[in-house]
């Protein structure tokens, strides 16, 4: 029987964990839709301002306008990319909802298996719903199910230092900071430095969204 391994080919047998839906209060993730192309391209376009000093391109070639990375084209094209990298096991492509409507998303990547048993995670929302907790349940949710289901045993975020809000999130989940990654990715023009924050499956032995919100409530 095909088995995922650090390499993972296609293979027919579905990766562990994929699709995979939860919902917590008013905070919900699920796989992205093809349907979600219309409100992915409005959100994008309308918080260029919000996304664009904290998004990664690639340095090489001509740089594409926002409007046009951004449009219902391009999001076909990105979820068909996303979608092959799930069912191969490298990458959990999460949808974030806020009473159902697209409000962001969490993207778990770079999953190497082996003795490694890793990922990282990008995130974004749009700015109308921050400060408000979205990512940090949705993240929760996201890093318990790779703990449990998907069977990661570590979850990884790299962030600007001077992204405080996104500094927050991490912080207030518990990741724990270990790096300070330099030059460590091409964004707003210039090789940025990052700092690097992680969590392991015997960190919370309770659960993240547990922690996060008894925390909440606390
Ligand atoms: C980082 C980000 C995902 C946080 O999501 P969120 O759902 O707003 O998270 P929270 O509600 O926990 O707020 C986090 C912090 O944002 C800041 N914040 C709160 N309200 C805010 C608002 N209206 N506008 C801007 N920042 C705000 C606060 O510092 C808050 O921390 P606090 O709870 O200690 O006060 C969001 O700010 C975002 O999408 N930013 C742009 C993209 C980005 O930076 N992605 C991450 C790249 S590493």
Redo the contacts with the bound molecule.
Sequence with gaps: MPSLSCAAGTTDVAPPGWPYSATHDRVGIRPLRIRDSGAWSESRIR?EQ??S???GRQPAGPEVPWRERHSTQSYSGMLRVLRREAKDGRCLPFAVTYDDELA?QVTVASIVRGAFQSANV??????R??????????LAMVVDHCFTTVGLHRVE????PE????R??V??LGFRQEALHERFLFIDNAWRD?LGFAVTVDDVPEGLLRRWTSRENA
């Design positions: 918080n919000w996304l000093p904290w998004e962001g990008g995130y974004w929302v749009d700015g719903l921050a400060g408000r907790g979205v990512i940090p349940t949705a975020a790299n962030v600007r992204n405080i809000p996104s927050r999130v912080e207030k990052h």
